[in-house]
């Protein structure tokens, strides 16, 4: 069976630092791409940032994010990483990792096969 599990959310002021993590069981980790999605209330889920398998090679960032935001994946730990600095108020939103095998369109929530249950951050103005 597959877990992911996303942990490292919080309360933050803006301008400040988190860093979230996703530790992955049940499933071969490193021939999976991971993105990182949120959802903010009352708005659909959004990509954020993805990475490609094996080696990470490839990184991937929602404009919103860029130059912010930093993944990272440790294959033999099964973790990826989301290094978020210069929060703003409207990071604000439940942060979900997420797991995608075949890597065709990393930016679209529906081509992912496996999600954790979500982390909340919370960024004070």
């Not at 979230?20 to 999976?32: I, V």
């Not at 960032?61 to 099964?78: C, E, L, M, Q």
């Given at each position: 069976?597959?877990?992911?599990?996303?942990s490292?959310?919080?309360?933050?002021?803006?301008?400040?630092s988190?860093?979230l993590s996703c530790?992955?069981?049940?499933?071969?980790?490193?021939a999976?791409?991971?993105?990182?999605?949120?959802?903010?209330?009352?708005?659909?889920?959004?990509?954020?940032?993805?990475?490609?398998?094996?080696?990470?090679?490839s990184?991937?960032?929602?404009?919103?994010?860029?130059?912010?935001?930093?993944?990272?994946?440790d294959?033999?730990?099964?973790?990826?990483?989301l290094q978020m600095?210069?929060?703003?108020?409207?990071?604000t939103?439940v942060?979900?990792?997420?797991?995608?095998?075949d890597?065709?369109?990393?930016?679209?929530?529906?081509?992912y096969?496996?999600?954790?249950q979500?982390?909340?951050?919370?960024?004070?103005?």
């Amino acid at each position: 069976q597959v877990h992911l599990i996303e942990s490292g959310g919080g309360l933050v002021q803006a301008g400040g630092s988190l860093r979230l993590s996703c530790a992955a069981s049940g499933l071969p980790f490193s021939a999976y791409a991971m993105g990182w999605f949120r959802q903010a209330p009352g708005k659909e889920r959004e990509f954020v940032a993805a990475i490609s398998r094996s080696g990470g090679g490839s990184t991937y960032y929602a404009d919103s994010v860029k130059g912010r935001f930093t993944i990272s994946r440790d294959n033999p730990k099964k973790t990826v990483s989301l290094q978020m600095n210069s929060l703003k108020p409207e990071d604000t939103a439940v942060y979900y990792c997420a797991a995608d095998l075949d890597s065709r369109d990393l930016y679209y929530s529906g081509r992912y096969d496996y999600w954790g249950q979500g982390t909340q951050v919370t960024v004070s103005s």
